[in-house]
């Protein structure tokens, strides 16, 4: 079996794909991609594995255990070829390279991944739902669609998360942290996300646009419901009043009328409301920022409407007429 590495030989061939192995165990392994197979069962939340590893790997989820230290940082790790690809961290070690287009990658998943881009090739395919994936990292987050697994939990409130990097981002709630920040104006933002689409209100970029009317928008989201003007949908429909409005969040908020909450409180004095963009422009009795800025005479103010207003004094505009 050792030779095989030297000859490149590969005796077992999958009678299915044609995907050809040096040992017949991991034709036996491999046979579970087709077959469905997953006989090794976790005993805390019940989730299958095709590989008695994969699952003593997953098991360290629930039981916190991190074994492999990185000497130079003390960052601990599951698994050691983790443990292996952090170090090149430090090293910066790049030993693997696209032949394609040179590019150099720490590891081999890494470079594999990355070929598909060249090859367009997607070779993990979700068995419930048939979406396919590059990575089979991906299908297995994905997979958590389908079965409900939230293995990460917030140490502070105990919400639960499918996702590792969902909780980073949940922690900064408690924290506080806002890593992301405008060059422009020096606002702070939790998510990079949030940082890109507020560069939008700087740079005036609307790259959505209405196919009817032609209005552009700096967010799908925002294009998706104007698109409902033109349709007349409004699918999303109040319990207690009967009104009907065109997005889930704008029915969510709506609600608030009948149920009093408001969820959004002020740090610095306390005072909460029902939006988040009432908290946001509330911020600015504290902060003295003044986002909204007049083109002509450089007057700042801390809302839109006050901004709108002010301009008629340099358009002359008087829209309101007084009848003697």
């Not at 998943?109 to 070779?123: D, R, V």
């Not at 048939?130 to 990292?137: D, E, L, N, P, T």
């Not at 996702?163 to 104006?185: F, V």
Request: proline content about 4%.
């Amino acid at each position: 079996m050792h030779m095989r590495i030297h000859t490149g030989e590969k005796p077992h061939c999958c009678s299915t794909c044609g995907k050809r192995f040096t040992q017949k165990g991991h034709l036996k392994i491999h046979m579970q991609i087709h077959t469905g197979e997953k006989p090794h069962s976790c005993s805390t939340c019940g989730i299958r594995f095709t590989r008695k590893a994969n699952l003593k790997r997953h098991m360290q989820i629930h039981t916190g255990e991190k074994p492999h230290c990185c000497s130079t940082c003390g960052k601990r790790f599951n698994v050691k070829s983790n443990l292996k690809a952090h170090m090149r961290v430090h090293t910066r070690e790049k030993p693997k390279s696209c032949s394609t287009c040179g590019k150099r990658f720490t590891d081999k998943s890494q470079l594999k991944s990355h070929m598909q881009i060249h090859t367009g090739e997607k070779a993990y395919c979700c068995s419930t739902c048939g979406k396919k994936f590059h990575v089979k990292s991906n299908l297995k987050t994905h997979m958590r669609i389908h079965t409900g697994e939230k293995p990460h939990p917030c140490s502070t409130c105990g919400k639960r998360f499918t996702q590792k990097a969902n909780l980073k981002r949940h922690m900064q709630i408690h924290t506080g942290e806002k890593p992301h920040s405008c060059s422009t104006c020096g606002k702070r933002f939790t998510r990079k996300g949030q940082l890109k689409r507020h560069m939008q209100i700087h740079t005036g970029e609307k790259p959505h646009s209405c196919s009817t009317c032609g209005k552009r928008f700096t967010q799908k989201g925002q294009l998706k419901s104007h698109v409902q003007i033109h349709t007349g949908e409004k699918p999303h429909s109040c319990s207690t009043c009967g009104k009907r409005f065109t997005l889930k969040g704008y029915l969510n908020m709506h609600m608030r009328i009948h149920t009093g909450e408001k969820p959004h409180s002020c740090s610095t004095c306390g005072k909460r409301f029902t939006l988040k963009g009432h908290l946001n422009m509330h911020m600015r009795i504290h902060t003295g920022e003044k986002p909204h800025c007049c083109s002509t005479c450089g007057k700042r103010f801390t809302q839109k409407g006050p901004l709108k207003r002010h301009m008629k004094i340099h358009t002359g505009e008087k829209p309101h007429s007084v009848l003697l």
